[in-house]
């Protein structure tokens, strides 16, 4: 299992601020609820590599 093996599962992404000064991501698949809680500066850090894999991503169409 990697990263370029697709899988046919549906799931819902929710990213927004926490009462506590974080950036949470919320995952929800089926019956499964992942939050994961980042500080700001990791979330930063995150997004810019969500950035550059778009770039990557685009380069290869």
């Known amino acids: 299992m990697g990263i370029n093996d697709e899988r046919d599962i549906e799931a819902n992404l929710q990213i927004g601020p926490t ?4 950036v949470r991501l919320f995952v929800e698949a089926g019956s499964a609820e992942i939050p994961m809680d980042f500080e700001p500066e990791e979330a930063e850090e995150i997004a810019e590599e969500i950035m550059a894999a778009a770039r990557a991503a685009r380069a290869r169409k």
Do not use: R
């Open 19 to 22: 009462d506590k000064g974080m």
